[in-house]
Every structure is written in structure tokens, then in C-alpha cells.
């Protein structure tokens, strides 16, 4: 079955550590994105990418860093700069790049909840 | 800009009554608008979406909603609500208007609703 896996599932974090979430899709999608969820604030976009070797930041792009090699791929990285890197966080991706066709068909993955110890 | 404002960030109902969730958005263009549910520590689910064509829109298990234009609003109602009906939900419009913005969700912060036995 197609879809997304994010992986893993829970990840703890020391402080000053870079730590990598992964998010892979099969569905053949061009876009993907990341999301950050905190309680009582909904999602909040961190990175996007429309095509290949290609992203641009989102609202909260500070302290993460991302690549684009593979399609279906789109790895996170939360760096030592992150300051609440604390978070649950979502991967999802799109099959339109622009809105007209009003089609996005957007899936997302099961998250991964980041825990800085 | 585009925005989405869900009106309470907390449901309770009790399990067979109607279910009310509320949801104001802004944006200069004819949205289009999203509810997705979220079980705990789960991925979000698409329940239904408004691209401008009928303005009440029927989603999965049983729930629906409205698009009003002169009250800006998309509030998700159901008839009679289940035990399993209690997750958080997400009203979220489309960024649109610009190569930058294309394609990108904008989530409302999000209802928890609450179901009694």
C-alpha cells in the first residue's frame, strides 16, 4: 500500500545533539513537507519542498535544516540550535504544486515525537 | 494572508447528542478548506474538504460541513456522536496567491472534543 512512514516512532534527543527524522513516501508525490505540533498551537509549517533538490522554510525554520536528493525522501534534521526542540512532528506530502487544481491530495505520516532529555 | 480560527478549543458532548466544532477563516481568494481528525499520537486523517463547489460538504463517518461565504465560516457538525469520535480536530485552509505560497496548509489551533458515555 502506498503511503508515508516516518520513522522513529518516539526519539530521544540529549541536549546540544543534532538528531535526523525520517520521512519517506511511495505515493510518487512532488511535494512534502514538515510540520511541528505543540499542544494547543496546531501545526506549524517548518520546511517545504515542491520539487527535487529544491525547499524553502516555512514559519519556524530556525534550528532545522533539510534535504531534497530523492523524491521520496525528505530527511529532517533538528539541530543544536533548535532551542524547544521538544515536539510532536508530522510529515506529509502533496500531489499538485499549485493550488488551481485544487486536488493536493495530501497524505501525512504518523509523526515522530521528539523528546529532549 | 490567509488564516483559520477555531472558536473553542475544547468540545464535550455526550455520546448520541450533535457535534459542533466551529471554524472562521480569512483569505482574499475563494478557499479551500480542510477538517482532518487526530487520534492520540497518530497521523491526521482527512475527513472532508470544500474546494468551491457544493458548500455542504459530507465527509466520513458521518460527519459534515457547510461553507458560508457572508459569515466566513466551515463549521463541522454530526448528528449523533460515538465514543470513537474523540480525537482533536483541525479546521485548515490553502495558502494561495504566489509561486511562494502555493500548496501550503494553514491549521487552526485545533479542538479537542470529548465524549461522554
Known amino acids: 500500500d502506498g503511503g508515508i512512514t516516518q520513522s522513529p516512532k518516539y526519539l530521544f534527543r540529549k541536549e546540544g545533539q543534532n538528531v535526523t527524522l525520517s520521512c519517506e513516501q511511495n505515493?510518487?508525490?512532488?511535494?512534502m513537507y514538515w510540520y511541528r505540533q505543540d499542544p494547543g498551537q496546531g501545526l506549524r509549517l517548518i520546511y517545504y519542498?515542491?520539487?527535487?533538490?529544491?525547499?524553502q522554510k516555512g514559519d519556524i525554520a530556525e534550528g532545522y535544516s533539510v534535504s531534497r536528493e530523492k523524491k521520496e525522501s525528505f530527511p529532517l534534521t533538528v539541530t543544536s540550535a533548535q532551542k524547544n526542540p521538544t515536539a510532536f512532528y508530522l510529515c506529509?506530502?502533496?500531489?499538485?504544486?499549485?493550488?488551481?487544481?485544487?486536488?493536493?491530495?495530501?497524505?501525512f505520516g504518523s509523526g515522530t515525537r521528539l523528546t529532549v532529555v | 494572508a490567509q488564516s483559520v480560527t477555531q472558536l473553542d478549543s475544547h468540545v464535550s458532548v455526550s455520546e448520541g447528542t450533535p457535534v459542533l466544532l466551529r471554524c472562521n477563516y480569512s483569505?482574499?481568494?475563494?478557499?479551500?478548506l480542510f477538517w482532518y481528525v487526530q487520534h492520540p499520537n497518530k497521523g491526521l486523517q482527512l475527513l472532508l474538504k470544500?474546494?468551491?463547489?457544493?458548500?455542504l460538504v459530507k465527509g466520513i463517518n458521518g460527519f459534515e460541513a457547510e461553507f458560508k461565504k457572508s459569515e466566513t465560516s466551515f463549521h463541522l457538525t454530526k448528528p449523533s456522536a460515538h465514543m470513537s469520535d474523540a480525537a482533536e480536530y483541525f479546521c485548515?485552509?490553502?495558502?494561495?496567491?504566489?509561486?511562494?505560497?502555493?500548496?501550503?496548509?494553514?491549521f487552526g489551533q485545533g479542538t479537542t472534543l470529548q465524549v461522554k458515555p
Open positions: 485548515v485552509v490553502i495558502s494561495e496567491g504566489g509561486l511562494s505560497n502555493t500548496g501550503k496548509l494553514i
Open positions: 505515493l510518487n508525490h512532488d511535494a
Open positions: 483569505s482574499s481568494y475563494s478557499p479551500s
Open positions: 470544500y474546494t468551491s463547489a457544493a458548500t
Open positions: 519542498s515542491q520539487i527535487v533538490n529544491d525547499f
Open positions: 506529509a506530502s502533496s500531489m499538485e504544486q499549485r493550488p488551481l487544481h485544487h486536488n493536493y491530495g495530501y497524505t
